[in-house]
């Protein structure tokens, strides 16, 4: 018995290499989980449900048969992907979980999170962030054709890389009084997150007891969480040679 957790794939087809990874994680790993989280940023960008691409459709339907085979799959939003929405659930058999979600793993309570809200010092992000998660701005954008929203997608993504290339890498890490407050807000000792590409478990300095568990990237390697009712790890899948559907 484990349950598997996995963040900041970011999919692109231009990493086959990346791409090729999870196909072989979902089938070979996946396949045999109690259930799969998926905590944000699956997606290098995701511009919306209605993206017709071979691309997407690999991946819609790589999540439609993990579900199938009755393998419960959740999905948190990220920053890349915060577009995802109900039409991609009903195609997947996907459940889209509130961006904090309380879970129970075996007897343990535990908040689990994309992670981008944790860092409070990134104020620039933060209210790029409030802006683009309004209801009626996404209802708008939603409406778009898919050609226009591929342009305004790549300014904002040329924005993000410039952004992004300018600030401290300390800027862009969790703030340690927010974790404490989710933890504490949630009543629990154990928190799940990505979104800083810093793969790691933390023993709260504060509290010994509370542990923060951060989701690694898949930018080298495929980085995964296995957790099951006899402990844990955080590890590594290499890349090989891509799987065809």
Not at 60 to 86: A, S, W
Not at 109 to 117: C, E, F, N, R, S
Not at 163 to 173: G, L, N
Not at 203 to 220: A, C, E, F, M, N
Request: hydrophobic share 40%; aromatic share 12%.
């Amino acid at each position: 018995m484990h349950t598997l957790f996995i963040s900041d794939l970011h999919l692109t087809p231009h990493r086959p290499d990346i791409t090729g990874c999870f196909f072989q994680f979902m089938r070979n790993e996946a396949v045999n989980a109690d259930a799969l989280y998926v905590l944000g940023d699956l997606f290098d960008f995701w511009i919306g449900d209605d993206d017709p691409t071979d691309f997407a459709n690999q991946i819609r339907q790589e999540f439609k048969r993990l579900t199938q085979h009755g393998v419960p799959c959740y999905f948190i939003h990220g920053n890349r992907d915060f577009l995802v929405g109900r039409r991609f659930a009903r195609q997947t058999g996907v459940t889209l979980l509130d961006e904090e979600a309380t879970i129970d793993l075996y007897g343990t309570k535990a908040v689990i999170l994309h992670g981008d809200t944790l860092c409070t010092h990134d104020v620039r992000y933060l209210a790029f962030r409030e802006k683009v998660h309004q209801p009626w701005l996404q209802w708008l954008f939603n409406r778009l054709p898919y050609w226009v929203k591929k342009r305004i997608v790549a300014k904002i993504q040329t924005d993000i890389r410039s952004d992004k290339s300018q600030k401290a890498m300390e800027i862009m890490d969790v703030t340690p009084d927010e974790v404490i407050r989710v933890m504490e807000r949630h009543q629990v000792n154990l928190m799940i997150h990505g979104h800083t590409h810093r793969p790691a478990i933390h023993q709260l300095s504060d509290d010994p007891q509370k542990t923060r568990i951060v989701l690694g990237d898949w930018y080298t390697q495929g980085s995964v969480l296995v957790y099951s009712d006899s402990g844990y790890s955080l590890g590594n899948r290499l890349f090989t040679q891509q799987s065809s559907l």
